[in-house]
């Protein structure tokens, strides 16, 4: 079992930077493959960026590549996701996610443990 707990999101004007952390619980946190996920109002959830148990394979939305970047600190249990160059558009709840499973995914059905998300709001 793996417990998640989000922070670092607030209100940030456009251009600003914002760096999530998402602690995790549990002795096996360095066996899982980690993720980053979003919600904006009224739309679906989405995947934002992923990284492999060992922090070796990273992928990145389109719409993040280049302005975001995944990490994650093993001694720490805690995966981080750096926000540059925030848009409105990167207005959502986020969510970090974890996958019984050493490498990363897209899918959202292929993660089994969910945070409880951090809202993220870019003002124009």
């Known amino acids: 079992q793996v417990q998640l707990v989000e922070s670092g999101g607030g209100l940030v004007q456009a251009g600003d930077s914002l760096r999530l952390s998402c602690a995790a619980s549990?002795?096996?946190?360095?066996?899982?493959?980690m993720g980053w996920f979003r919600q904006a109002p009224g739309k679906e959830r989405e995947f934002v960026a992923t990284i492999s148990w060992s922090g070796g394979t990273r992928y990145y939305a389109d719409s993040v590549k280049g302005r975001f970047t995944i990490s994650r600190d093993n001694a720490k249990n805690t995966v981080y996701l750096q926000m540059n160059s925030l848009k409105p558009e990167d207005t959502a709840v986020y969510y970090c996610?974890?996958?019984?499973?050493?490498?990363?995914?897209?899918?959202?059905?292929?993660?089994?443990?969910w945070g409880q998300g951090t809202q993220v709001t870019v003002s124009p």
């Open positions: 549990g002795r096996t946190f360095s066996s899982y493959a």
């Open positions: 996610a974890a996958r019984d499973y050493g490498s990363g995914s897209v899918n959202i059905h292929e993660y089994d443990y």
